[in-house]
Nanobody, 125 residues
Framework: QVQLVESGGRLVQAGGSLSLSCAAS??????????IAWFRQVPGKEREFVAS????????YYADSGKGRFTISRDNAKNTVYLQMNTLKPEDTAVYYC????????????????WGQGTQVTVSS
């Protein structure tokens, strides 16, 4: 069983940067074996894939919306995954969720087994 807790969301001006963290508590020490993804969701819309990273951290995937602006990374020793977001736009406003358990590159929410509660990112224009 893996429990995920996101943090780092806040109000930021357009053009600014944020770093989100996803910390895992993992009683069976399986975190380092999971691919991890970030999704985001706005009210009334489907949860949207943002980025994912393989268990080793060597392979990353990004939605077109974040390519060149977002960077996903992980520190398995700390059971933490990060999402660095630069040049933020108002359309990046959403609740950001991290998820664990999918295959590397999986971009559909049902492919992931464990989810955090989300952290709100608001980008003002």
């Amino acid at each position: 069983q893996v429990q995920l807790v996101e943090s780092g969301g806040r109000l930021v001006q357009a053009g600014g940067s944020l770093s989100l963290s996803c910390a895992a508590s993992d009683s069976e020490s399986t975190f380092s074996s999971y691919a991890i993804a970030w999704f985001r969701q706005v009210p009334g819309k489907e949860r949207e894939f943002v980025a994912s990273i393989s268990w080793s951290g060597f392979t990353t995937y990004y939605a077109d919306s974040g390519k060149g602006r977002f960077t996903i990374s992980r520190d398995n020793a700390k059971n933490t995954v990060y999402l660095q977001m630069n040049t933020l736009k108002p359309e990046d406003t959403a609740v950001y969720y991290c998820a664990a358990g999918g295959r590397a590159g999986a971009s559909l929410s049902y492919e992931y087994d464990y989810w955090g509660q989300g952290t709100q990112v608001t980008v003002s224009s």
